[in-house]
């Protein structure tokens, strides 16, 4: 499966952005999806999880609250609304698909990323 992230963009403190994550070749329902962060000089940052139902999602304890991931299916499609955006969010954001859900935190689980989008909050 390949994928494409969009929906970056630079947002003041405060704002809101919403990163859609694309999937061609293959059906998206076959995959959980994850979204991560990579901040400059700083280690990739697990960020949100979301089952291949929907039924299951997770989040970084920094975000909860704030982002909400949700997708659908039937565009191949999964999202992540990015609402009181900090400066600390700015990070480039990568989602990434694996059809295990075992451990959705970890980078190393999935098989498939995407490009990734830049977002950056100015304060």
């Known amino acids: 499966v390949q994928l494409q992230a969009s929906g970056g963009g630079l947002v003041q403190a405060g704002g809101s952005l919403r990163l859609s994550c694309a999937a061609s070749g293959r059906a998206l329902i076959g995959y959980n999806i994850g979204w991560f962060r990579q901040a400059p000089g700083k280690e990739r940052e697990f960020v949100a999880a979301?089952?291949?139902?929907?039924?299951?999602?997770m989040y970084v304890d920094s975000v909860k609250g704030r982002f909400t991931a949700s997708r659908d299916n039937a565009k191949n499609t999964v999202y992540l609304q990015m609402n009181s955006l900090k400066p600390e969010d700015t990070a480039i954001y990568y989602c990434?698909?694996?059809?295990?859900?075992?451990?959705?935190?970890?980078?190393?689980?999935?098989?498939?990323w995407g490009q990734g989008t830049q977002v950056t909050v100015s304060s």
């Open positions: 990434a698909a694996d059809r295990l859900w075992s451990n959705p935190s970890l980078g190393s689980e999935y098989d498939y």
């Open positions: 979301i089952s291949r139902s929907g039924a299951t999602i």
